[in-house]
Structure formats: structure tokens, C-alpha cells
Nanobody
């Protein structure tokens, strides 16, 4: 069973940067794609960025250029580098792994708050 642990959230001023990390363990060979999602109060959880097992990345229009998703296969970890943060980026950020056996697995989430 895949397990995900996120870290790196926090409070930052507008224009600042944060890097989120998501470490995967257990059954990682079943992972087809990993993504970062976010959910603000009153909103649905939405995809921010994703990376396939082949290394292809995809981004939401709202974060294009500002956010970069990457991975370190040796550490079984994916990252989300977030630059030029805006107050509207404030949300709980979740790491999600799409697996071949158990569907989508979620991490516990990490809060990102951007002050104006």
C-alpha cells in the first residue's frame, strides 16, 4: 500500500516562495502518476501539477510558470517549487498518487498561507 507524507507548507508573504515535498513509500512501483492538488475553504480539490512515471509534467493554467513539479527517484520524493506566490494560492495542498492497484492515494495535506 502506497503511503504519502507531505512537508514544506507554511506562511509566506505574497511574492515569496515555498517548496513542498511528498515522500512515497510502500508499493511505489504501482504508481503511474503523482500530482499536487489544493483545496481552499468552500472549494473543491483541484489539480495543480502532475508528473507521470515517464516524467511528463502538466500544470494548471493558474500556476503555469510560477510552479514547478519535479521528482527525485532515488528518494521516492516529488517536489512542488512555488514561486511568486499570491494570496489566492492559499489552500491545503495534497499529494496524490495514482496507482495501478488501489486507485488514488492521498497524503495528509499541508497548509500553505500567502499573506498580502
Amino acid at each position: 500500500q502506497v503511503q504519502l507524507v507531505e512537508s514544506g507548507g507554511g506562511l509566506v508573504q505574497a511574492g515569496g516562495s515555498l517548496r513542498l515535498s511528498c515522500a512515497a513509500s510502500g508499493g511505489i512501483f504501482n504508481i503511474n502518476r503523482m500530482g499536487w492538488y489544493r483545496q481552499a475553504p468552500g472549494n473543491e480539490r483541484a489539480l495543480v501539477a502532475s508528473i507521470t512515471s515517464g516524467g511528463i509534467t502538466n500544470y494548471a493554467d493558474s500556476v503555469w510558470v510560477r510552479f514547478t513539479m519535479s521528482r527525485d527517484n532515488a528518494k521516492n520524493t516529488v517536489y512542488l517549487q512555488m514561486n511568486n506566490l499570491r494570496p489566492e494560492d492559499t489552500a491545503v495542498y495534497y499529494c496524490g498518487a495514482d496507482t495501478a492497484t488501489t486507485g488514488r492515494v492521498w497524503g495528509q495535506g499541508t497548509q500553505v498561507t500567502v499573506s498580502s
